[in-house]
Antibody, heavy 123, light 107 residues
Framework: EVQLVESGGGLVQPGGSLRLSCAAS????????MDWVRQAPGKGLEWVGR??????????EYAASVKGRFTISRDDSKSSLYLQMNSLKTEDTAVYYC??????????????WGQGTLVTVSS | DIQMTQSPSSLAASVGDRVTITCRAS??????LAWFQQKPGKAPKSLIY???SLQSGVPSKFSGSGSGTDFTLTISSLQPEDFATYYC?????????FGPGTKVDIK
């Protein structure tokens, strides 16, 4: 069974940093592209960014709203995905979801989602 | 960026009703369109991918259609567990974008 379990959320002051983790199991993590998606309280879904697999050089893509502040990384030996968030703003307050995507450059959807972790940016 | 719109933004329906939700992309996305269901306090769940393919384990009362810019999600016979918010999403090009959601309520 595919499982994605996020952790690391919490309360942080504006301008601060936080690192989220996502522990994956039930599939060959190293094969897959992985994405982060967020949802502000009472709002819709917003794609945050993607990291590709080793075969595609672990390259990344980011939404304009987080580019230069957020960094996605992965550790295939630990089946783990990370989201380093710096220079946090109040508008980054959201539930952050880890999602699984495809294995190559063929467009693929987010087939599995974690339960999410809440990040609150407030003074 | 590709903008996604959905209509209606909300609807009220009865158990047993047939429900159709429309999603439109601001430019052609071939069939790179997914639908998700989200219940309050829960993570989104994948229902449909490639516009019309059913995610494994999802009941056949859900169906999707469309290509290019116009897409639909249909629930053939609404059941109590189907009351939720539904989102469409394009995965043709970056940044991936979602529709604003359609909330399906009990009439």
């Amino acid at each position: 069974e595919v499982q994605l379990v996020e952790s690391g959320g919490g309360l942080v002051q504006p301008g601060g940093s936080l690192r989220l983790s996502c522990a994956a199991s039930g599939f060959t993590f190293s094969d897959h592209y992985m994405d982060w998606v967020r949802q502000a309280p009472g709002k819709g879904l917003e794609w945050v960014g993607r990291i590709r697999n080793k075969a595609n050089s672990y390259t990344t893509e980011y939404a304009a709203s987080v580019k230069g502040r957020f960094t996605i990384s992965r550790d295939d030996s630990k089946s783990s995905l990370y989201l380093q968030m710096n220079s946090l703003k109040t508008e980054d307050t959201a539930v952050y979801y880890c999602t699984r995507s495809g294995v190559d450059t063929t467009p693929y959807y987010f087939d599995y989602w974690g339960q999410g972790t809440l990040v609150t940016v407030s003074s | 960026d590709i903008q996604m719109t959905q209509s209606p933004s909300s609807l009220a329906a009865s158990v047993g009703d047939r429900v159709t939700i429309t999603c439109r992309a601001s430019q052609g996305i071939n069939n790179y369109l997914a639908w998700f269901q989200q219940k309050p306090g829960k993570a989104p769940k994948s229902l449909i991918y490639a516009a019309s393919s059913l995610q494994s384990g999802v009941p056949s009362k859900f169906s999707g259609s469309g290509s290019g810019t116009d897409f639909t999600l249909t629930i053939s016979s609404l059941q109590p567990e189907d009351f939720a918010t539904y989102y469409c999403q394009q995965y043709k090009s970056y940044p991936f974008t979602f529709g604003p959601g359609t909330k399906v309520d009990i009439k």
